[in-house]
């Protein structure tokens, strides 16, 4: 893919993106007691909505917050962040030449000077003060910026992008651009009264406060030298005194906390000038450093953990009351500036990761005194099984939740030793399990108990895309042995014959997918059939065989990348429509409905080898577990059933057989209407616009009205009554990994890797069955 069609793909994804965003439905903010303290601004309304904090800024004893869809403020005696402006219709009017004259001013992002309130435009490169009166912003005192740095992107599709940060500091404005090339200056400011430009030369200054004399204090990181090499680890942000005067940098020797082992998620930082400290955060830590910055005090948790949305434009800020305000992209939490903030909250020790680390915080901020925190000295924060059997023998460290994966553990031993606490006793865990599909419930009760709950759903089988098939004519294969016939027509003649299209979408060398794919198929088979996997059988014989004997010519190949020839083979083979991808992702939320329609429609294919064969895949999801030993046991079930209550609706229904009636759309119409709306919005900026911006408005319209007839057709239901018994039939056909047969596969894949050696022409057919099928008996004596 050539850069000029890259760009063209962000351009179109970041306009759906925008799309989507005004579709989402009104923030409803959380209600709160009055006798209890304002903890959290909007609970989980941000998350539930996809909306996300952009900006905070304090002016006098309000606190602004600028999110995607609306304008919101946090004054004294307020419960909860209190709207003020939508800001959704704002987005459509991007991409305008000349925007000032051509269009209403945007809020690219706030900024203060702590008494008077401005808007930065991104597009239109000004500076304005704003007022807010009513439910109307007025935009007065235009300062016009050069802004040329920040504009990326190739004509017609240029956009201005917003700065890394932004602030205002004796009357001048100060941004830095984001600089992913190690740029030597990457820092600039304007004079507040004529627009005046300096660069600094500085750079790397990911986020700043003011300090002392006209200075800034800084966190200072280099994405593009992160690793030091003498160590072995990844460096983390150092602090720094900057003085714009001379652009001098003084650095401290203090390193600041980040969030578990990711060195660049440094979020916003607050110097107190009374008490010459700072504060710092991560996802799960709030932070007082002191004597010279040296000293770290823990003062309060963050119920963020696993999510690195940080907002460095306001996200840590004093309040009138003494308080701090922290703001991630989700919310913002009202916390303590003592360890007066660590009294009542509940505090569960959290081993592994999650694939979908938002659901966890959505859970999170329905319960804002309970958090959860890494293990301290677990790197990674993974827990192995001997870790996890040495923490039961000495104590040496306690988990609450684990998070498993058939992969890693043996969930029948983990049952077996005691390992897992009986969740059985919550009725909303017992009775989600207990819908499930047999196939996966099984693996997590034992004589009626339920011992882990699985929460995420998400297998790579092969899939074939309904277009093209349609195009050709051909059926998608409905076996392996169908599925080899098709490749034998394919390199026999009828792949040169359509060169437009290729079989796999996402593999070039025809043998090698072929036999990976066959291969796993196979054991797919044996193991989800519930037997050993032995490979000394005349049906594994006679598929390879049938692929060896296929001719390839040059689809047997490899791409040699290093060459100029190579690299316009593999241009050119990209460019071409597959029929079929291999280990394609399913994810039920993302596979059906309006997600999986139009050019990219598919169908996932778990096929058997033969006819009149079961066909199975192996199945990967996330299992949330509380350990035996925990202390917090009732605190940590309460998590689990809150993170039931969040699962998508879709999730939820591929895994419950019960879903058979069509769930529908209840935006459908008002999604609808919306599109219309937003369609004639931008017929009416074409209008308006010329040049590169007109051809990126045009394109933008075309890609709307496409998305428009496709909704329409697609959107008014989430998944219709075929949708389910789709989803229905693929989680019907997989299977738990158990101890034996993860030992099985990971002695296929120790060294030396008989299967990559068969599958690149090392060793024989005969040579990988025999050494294959002594190694499998041998792991299953030892298994034993």
């Excluded at 400011?189 to 500085?202: C, F, I, N, P, R």
Aim: proline share 5%.
């Amino acid at each position: 893919m050539n850069m000029h069609d890259h760009t063209r793909r962000i351009i179109r994804q970041s306009f759906l993106f925008l799309l989507v965003l005004c579709l989402l439905p009104t923030v409803s903010l959380p209600a709160l007691a009055e006798d209890k303290p304002v903890t959290n601004l909007f609970g989980s309304a941000l998350m539930d909505t996809y909306d996300n904090i952009v900006s905070a800024v304090r002016v006098g004893d309000t606190l602004y917050l600028q999110t995607y869809n609306a304008l919101y403020s946090f004054s004294p005696g307020d419960r909860a962040a209190v709207k003020l402006v939508n800001l959704s219709e704002q987005m459509w009017n991007y991409g305008v030449e000349d925007p000032s004259a051509q269009r209403e001013p945007l809020i690219s992002t706030l900024l203060s000077d702590g008494q008077t309130l401005y808007a930065l435009d991104n597009e239109a490169q000004t500076l304005y003060i704003i007022e807010i009166q009513g439910e109307q912003v007025h935009f007065k005192n235009p300062l016009t910026l050069q802004m040329e740095e920040f504009v990326v992107g190739e004509p017609p599709y240029v956009y201005v992008e917003s700065p890394e940060w932004a602030r205002i500091l004796d009357g001048r404005l100060y941004m830095k651009k984001q600089n992913y090339e190690d740029n030597p200056s990457d820092l600039f400011s304007y004079d507040l009264a004529t627009g005046e430009k300096k660069a600094h030369q500085v750079n790397h200054l990911v986020s700043v406060d003011t300090y002392k004399d006209g200075k800034f204090i800084a966190a200072v990181y280099n994405i593009t030298n992160s690793y030091d090499p003498e160590t072995g680890t990844m460096r983390k942000p150092e602090l720094a005194i900057f003085d714009p005067a001379d652009d001098s940098l003084v650095m401290l020797d203090v390193s600041l906390p980040v969030s578990g082992d990711f060195t660049d998620s440094v979020g916003s930082i607050y110097y107190d000038p009374a008490e010459d400290c700072l504060y710092t955060y991560t996802d799960t830590d709030l932070y007082r450093l002191e004597e010279g910055f040296k000293t770290r005090r823990l003062i309060g948790y963050l119920p963020m953990f696993g999510t690195y949305g940080n907002v460095r434009n306001g996200g840590l800020l004093p309040l009138p009351d003494g308080r701090l305000a922290v703001t991630f992209g989700v919310s913002t939490f009202i916390r303590e500036r003592t360890e007066k903030g660590l009294e009542g909250v509940s505090v569960l020790s959290f081993a592994g990761g999650m694939d979908d680390p938002d659901m966890l915080t959505r859970a999170l901020m329905e319960m804002d005194n309970v958090v959860l925190r890494r293990v301290e000295g677990l790197q990674y924060n993974y827990l192995t099984p001997d870790q996890l059997a040495s923490m039961f023998l000495t104590k040496s460290f306690e988990v609450d939740i684990l998070p498993i994966n058939a992969y890693t553990f043996d969930l029948d031993k983990l049952i077996e030793k005691g390992y897992l606490a009986d969740l059985s006793a919550s009725r909303l865990i017992s009775d989600y399990v207990g819908r499930m599909q047999p196939n996966l419930s099984k693996a997590v009760l034992k004589d009626g108990k339920v011992y882990a709950v699985p929460v995420g759903l998400l297998v790579f089988p092969m899939s074939g895309f309904v277009k093209p098939f349609e195009e050709l004519k051909l059926e998608m294969p409905a076996t392996i042995k169908e599925l080899l016939a098709l490749a034998r027509k394919w390199a026999e003649g009828f792949g040169e014959e359509n060169p437009e299209y290729t079989l796999f979408s996402n593999e070039y060398e025809l043998r090698k997918a072929l036999t990976r794919l066959v291969m796993e198929s196979y054991i797919n088979t044996a193991f989800g059939a519930g037997e050993n996997l032995v490979f000394d059988t005349p049906l594994f014989r006679e598929l390879m065989q049938e692929i060896e004997s296929i001719p390839y010519g040059d689809m047997s190949q490899e791409i040699d990348w290093d060459t100029p020839e190579g690299q316009a083979a593999g241009e050119e083979f990209f460019q071409k429509q597959g029929l079929i991808e291999t280990g394609m992702g399913y994810e039920p939320r993302y596979s059906v409905g309006v997600n999986n329609a139009g050019d990219y429609q598919f169908k996932p294919l778990i096929i058997p080898l033969d006819e009149g064969m079961p066909a199975f895949h192996q199945a990967d999801f996330t299992m949330l577990s509380v350990l035996s030993n925990s202390k917090n046991q009732a605190v940590a079930i309460e998590l689990i059933e809150r993170y039931l209550s969040k699962l998508d609706l879709l999730d939820r229904a591929a895994m419950d057989p019960g879903y058979t009636e069509a769930i529908p759309n209840k935006d459908y119409d008002k999604t609808l209407a919306e599109l219309a709306k937003q369609i004639t919005h931008m017929e009416q900026l074409i209008g308006k616009a010329e040049g590169a911006a007109k051809s990126n408005l045009e394109e933008n319209l075309r890609y709307s009205r496409e998305y428009f007839e496709q909704f329409k057709q697609t959107g008014q239901y989430l998944a219709t009554a075929e949708d389910l018994v789709q989803m229905h039939e693929v989680v019907s056909k997989l299977y738990v990994m158990t101890g034996l047969m993860n030992a099985q596969r990971q002695a296929l894949w120790s060294e030396p890797d008989l299967s990559e050696q068969y599958v690149s022409g090392a060793i024989t057919l005969e040579q990988f069955i025999r050494q294959a099928d002594d190694k499998l008996r041998l792991v299953r004596m030892e298994y034993q």
